[in-house]
């Protein structure tokens, strides 16, 4: 055997490790960029406000018709938490308006007075 055919042949398991490295570092790449993209998708969803919300917040922009809303709510949801606490029978049904109130009610941006339109 020729002194390069021994070169040759010592240079095929180096050439290996090397494509071995190079696919691993592909794949750690890809993985990384995948992960990023993963978290900038969720970050800006977390921030975009449906528009279902809006347009609950908007036809309740009323004061009054809020308050009478979330206030119709809670005595509801009270009148079902007794029937339940007194083991008997109970049926109730909530409209759309007024849990959107409640719900406006109670969030915490309403109470610290700040707008989701900001988003």
């Known amino acids: 055997m020729s002194y390069a055919e021994i070169a040759a042949v010592e240079q095929r ?4 490790r090397r494509h071995w490295w190079t696919w ?6 890809a993985i990384v ?10 970050l800006v969803s977390l921030k975009r406000v449906p528009t279902f919300y809006t347009q609950a917040r908007e036809q309740l922009s009323d004061p009054q018709v809020l308050e009478v809303s979330a ?4 005595t509801q ?10 083991h008997t029978a109970w049926e109730q ?3 759309e308006q007024q849990i959107n109130a409640w719900l406006i009610k109670q ?3 309403a109470l610290a007075g700040r707008s989701t339109e900001r988003f």
């Open 93 to 95: 049904a909530f409209t």
């Open 13 to 16: 398991p180096t050439s290996r």
């Open 77 to 86: 949801a009270k009148e079902v938490q007794q029937a339940i606490e007194s």
């Open 33 to 42: 960029v995948l992960v990023v993209l993963g978290v900038g998708f969720v």
């Open 71 to 74: 206030t119709e709510f809670e």
């Open 107 to 109: 969030s915490p941006q």
């Open 24 to 29: 691993l570092v592909w794949l750690f790449l």
